[in-house]
């Protein structure tokens, strides 16, 4: 029986041989002075994959039509076992998510890790805030309650205010002259379809970069040339 | 300071290694048990089709005299709410036990009503469907007319001063003496 090429690891790992595969992934070389500020990506990610994962659970008790968006969230809230946990974690970890997120950047922005040979991984990571911001968005109208109604009725007409396209764009976004019923399942289906998948495609290929070069090494003080 | 393993002493490596995979499986397991919970509860809840919902006091049936009631059937489904308007005739013979009458005619659905008199039935009280000129005795038995059966019940029970009803139908059966 063959084993492993290094000759260690368990039944799994006898029968697909991994180790090859993986430890590029995960026994990289790290440069010195890396610290806590270089975890808020994967910080980020964390909280993708557990708004991920809740959000497929709210989902099952969610109903995207005007008449019954906020009963059945009321339903999730009061009726559901520890629904308004679940609920209340997709909730937070979306705000954190924003949170981290800007963190992130304004780490990769301040340290510089955004130069030379990394400039690729900071336009995508541009585009994931985009999608964070809009999932963020949408994911606000969905109890359909005053605050959200009115939020996506002002953040939309905000996107209406540019010259010559304002309108064009707002109509699109809510998918009619004025939030209403229409607008929910579209702001649904991105929600939870069309932004999450983006997400998770283009994080991958931020990902993806980030272990194909390396983290960047912390910057470092340049001698005063006087 | 740095002391070399001994025997069966965990490295330095293996404890962050250990540390990582405790901490790492305790929140999963914070975020996975609350959902298994979650997924589960249709089939864990205990819940019964149905409400009783209080329809009339007895104080409010005289004894004797049908009494045709209005109500509100509430049902919470979910989170959709549906409310109907719905009727029924409640008979009492002696104050305790009540009988509640859906009020549809068993021959084809129409609303029958409560005639004190008439020459239906001899001159006696009964319940009278215009339609189809059905005649039922108060105890619901067909007197006359194409009724196929007696008049109907709707699930009731009696608590305290309440009359109360569920949203089912007993049908309407001969009671062979």
Same mark, same amino acid.
């Given at each position: 029986m063959k084993a492993s090429r290094n000759g260690r690891g368990g039944w799994l790992e006898e029968r697909l041989d991994l180790r090859p595969l993986l430890s590029p992934l995960f026994d990289r070389k790290i440069p010195a002075?890396? @610290?806590?500020?270089?975890?808020l990506g994967s910080a980020t990610l964390l909280t993708f994959v557990i708004l991920a994962v809740t959000g497929i659970f709210l989902s099952m008790n969610?109903? /995207?039509? +005007?008449?019954?968006a906020w009963d059945s969230i009321q339903y999730i809230d009061d009726?559901?076992?520890?629904g308004s946990l679940i609920r209340g974690i997709h909730h937070w970890s979306a705000a954190a998510m924003v949170l981290l997120v800007f963190l992130h950047m304004l780490r990769v922005y301040f340290m510089g890790a955004y130069k030379y040979p990394r400039e690729l991984t900071w336009v995508v990571g541009v585009f994931l805030l985009l999608l964070v911001m809009g999932s963020g968005f949408t994911g606000y109208?969905? +109890?359909?309650d005053q605050k959200a109604y009115w939020a996506t009725t002002v953040g939309t007409r905000i996107a209406g205010a540019? /010259?010559?396209i304002g309108e064009f764009v707002r109509k699109t976004l809510i @998918?009619? /002259?004025?939030?209403? /019923?229409?607008?929910l399942p579209r702001f649904y289906a991105l929600h939870m379809l069309a932004l999450p998948i983006l997400i998770a495609l283009l994080s991958g290929f931020h990902l993806f970069m980030v272990i194909r070069q390396g983290i960047s090494a912390p910057p470092k003080r340049k001698e005063p040339s006087s | 300071m740095h002391q070399p393993a001994q025997g069966n002493s965990v490295s330095r490596r293996n404890f962050l290694k250990y540390s990582i995979y405790g901490i790492g499986g305790l929140i999963s397991a914070a975020l996975a048990v609350p959902l298994v919970r979650y997924f589960f509860s249709p089939a864990l809840g205990s819940a019964e089709g149905g409400e009783w919902i209080?329809?009339? *006091?007895?104080?409010d049936i005289p004894i004797g005299q049908p009494t045709l009631i209005q109500y509100e059937d509430r049902k919470i489904d979910s989170w959709i709410v549906t409310t109907h308007r719905k009727s029924a005739w409640i008979v009492t013979q002696d104050g305790q036990d009540f009988v509640v009458y859906? #009020?549809?005619?068993?021959?084809?659905g129409c609303p029958y009503t409560w005639m004190e008199?008439? &020459? &239906?039935?001899?001159g006696q009280p009964h319940f009278h469907c215009p339609c189809h000129e059905g005649i039922y005795a108060i105890d619901g038995t067909?007197?006359?007319?194409? #009724? #196929? *059966?007696p008049l109907d019940r709707v699930l009731s029970q009696v608590e305290g001063d309440a009359i109360m009803v569920k949203d089912a139908v007993i049908l309407g059966r001969a009671e062979k003496g």
């Open positions: 002075g890396v @610290g806590w500020f270089y975890t969610y109903s /995207p039509s +005007p008449d019954h009726q559901v076992p520890l109208l969905l +109890p359909w540019v /010259p010559l @998918g009619g /002259p004025e939030v209403g /019923p229409a607008t | 209080v329809v009339a *006091r007895k104080s859906d #009020p549809h005619c068993t021959h084809l008199t008439g &020459e &239906e039935n001899k067909v007197i006359s007319g194409p #009724p #196929p *059966r």
